[in-house]
């Protein structure tokens, strides 16, 4: 329903027709449903906002025009021999119904012009989404950085992960798209919620401390809450919502969590319990950071991580590739440590004694066997 009424008000918006009251209720909407703002950022960079039409009719033959000058978009000119009588007297009231009507079949139009430009340009145009979001912030395997927002937030990214948001960012608007891993202190602002889209899940934030992680390689999409709330919702599942309190820490599974229906509600239901676990936040003793935040002061940890997860990890951190040359049984091996500042050779030599295994290094190339 929602999305009716954000393509007439964005309708009425770009004619230059809307009251005051309806581009009140269009900012609501984009509000409360932020993956609607690219499509209203896309459709105002194709059909700019024009002054005020004097009439309905005005409006209607302007939006006529703008669908004629589409590429391969072909607009049947009205019949001359039909003529529209005019109505003496006619108010403003009397003109709401023709008003609706024509923006109506506006609506209509745009929906048509939108799903033909998105789907039928160009491979640079089709992804117009991603054009919108100019600003891009990289790091690279085994570097790290952190940036100021335009609204004051802070973010830290780790190696490997790369942060985009719009041109607008700090408007209406709060939303950035991360792969990879980021460290968040959002400032706080309760008119622009501040929403991180990932591959397998959005982050609804106001105010708060969290990590998330969510790198495509991994299995997992994991968000960490240190402080204040977060609402959490699944890409394949929008009506789930998950709300994190502090010191929660939220793990959906990225390779399995892909279906979408299913005829025995039980085995659905199984299916969520296993790929969505929320538990507790860990924490290293005598130490008020958070494991999973402790790679902002350069500590590289393990906890309870599986032999492959340590390496993913030991790849990124050092800028290495690592062959694991190894049986099952060797691979599940669960590791816990902290290391601060050691070099590669360091943290290889630690994990050897756990895990029983051997290793060779040649150039950037890591063999466990």
């Given at each position: 329903m929602h999305e009716e009424k954000f393509w007439l008000l964005l309708s009425v918006k770009l004619s230059g027709e809307a009251t005051p009251e309806e581009l009140e209720d269009f900012d609501e909407i984009i509000k409360h449903h932020p993956e609607l703002s690219w499509q209203a950022q896309l459709m105002l960079q194709m059909w700019p906002p024009e002054p005020e039409a004097s009439s309905t009719e005005d409006f209607f033959n302007r939006h006529l025009q703008r669908l004629s000058n589409q590429p391969d978009m072909q607009i049947i000119p009205p019949r001359e021999d039909i003529q529209n009588p005019e109505i003496p007297?006619?108010?403003?009231?009397k003109h709401k119904p023709l008003r609706w009507l024509l923006l109506l079949s506006g609506v209509a139009a745009m929906v048509i012009v939108f799903f033909f430009y998105y789907n039928n340009r160009s491979p640079v145009n089709a992804n117009a989404k991603q054009q919108v979001a100019s600003n891009t912030v990289t790091t690279r395997k085994g570097s790290k950085s952190n940036i100021q927002l335009p609204d004051g937030s802070m973010v830290w990214l780790n190696a490997d992960s790369k942060l985009t948001y719009d041109e607008n960012f700090g408007g209406n608007f709060r939303e950035i798209h991360l792969e990879g891993e980021g460290y968040f202190e959002v400032m706080r602002d309760e008119n622009r919620p501040f929403i991180i889209h990932t591959k397998t899940i959005d982050i609804r934030v106001l105010g708060t401390i969290f990590n998330v992680k969510a790198y495509d390689a991994e299995a997992s999409t994991e968000t960490s809450l240190i402080k204040g709330s977060v609402e959490v919702t699944l890409h394949n599942s929008p009506e789930k919502k998950i709300i994190l309190k502090p010191n929660e820490k939220l793990r959906v599974n990225n390779k399995n969590f892909e279906y979408t229906t299913s005829a025995d509600a039980e085995k659905l239901k199984a299916a969520e319990d296993m790929n969505i676990v929320v538990g507790k936040i860990h924490y290293q003793k005598k130490d008020s950071m958070a494991l999973d935040a402790l790679w902002i002061r350069n500590k590289l940890v393990f906890d309870a991580e599986s032999l492959e997860e340590v390496m993913r990890k030991?790849?990124?951190?050092y800028n290495v590739k690592v062959e694991i040359n190894v049986d099952d049984n060797m691979k599940s091996?669960?590791?816990?440590?902290?290391?601060?500042?050691?070099?590669?050779?360091?943290?290889?030599?630690?994990?050897?004694?756990?895990?029983?295994?051997?290793?060779?290094?040649?150039?950037?190339?890591?063999?466990?066997?």
């Open positions: 007297g006619e108010d403003h009231e030991i790849e990124r951190w091996t669960q590791y816990s440590a902290i290391f601060d500042n050691e070099n590669l050779s360091q943290v290889m030599e630690a994990l050897k004694i756990t895990g029983s295994f051997s290793y060779s290094v040649n150039k950037d190339i890591v063999t466990i066997k």
